[in-house]
């Protein structure tokens, strides 16, 4: 059974950080892509930045390049997106999902499981 967790969004100030975390359960770790996801009301849900476990090789979308960075702590199967310098256009439910494929990509189709996301709301 293939349990993907998030946690760590909250409100945050325009300018300001927060840490989201994604905990991974039930299945191989190292042989699956962990992307991050993200959607706002009325607006199609739009790939943030991925990984793959396998090889390390990351992606991010152009929006958030050089604000958000994801990481991997392999020992606790938990993978981070670390969101600096938010802005408003940021708001939303983030998802973290997982590829059994290992392939890092942003297009939410190719995923097979799904968290239950985490919302995030920056305030200006």
């Known amino acids: 059974e293939v349990q993907l967790v998030e946690s760590g969004g909250g409100l945050v100030q325009a300018g300001g950080s927060l840490t989201l975390s994604c905990a991974a359960s039930g299945f191989t770790f190292g042989s699956h892509a962990i992307a991050w996801f993200r959607q706002a009301p009325g607006k199609q849900r739009e790939g943030v930045s991925c990984m793959s476990l396998s090889d390390g090789s990351t992606d991010y979308t152009a929006s958030i390049k050089g604000r958000f960075t994801i990481s991997i702590d392999n020992g606790k199967k938990t993978v981070y997106l670390r969101m600096t310098n938010v802005k408003s256009d940021d708001t939303g439910v983030y998802y973290c999902?997982?590829?059994?494929?290992?392939?890092?990509?942003?297009?939410?189709?190719?995923?097979?499981?799904w968290g239950q996301g985490t919302q995030v709301t920056v305030s200006s």
């Open positions: 999902a997982a590829d059994r494929t290992g392939t890092c990509g942003l297009v939410p189709i190719y995923y097979d499981h």
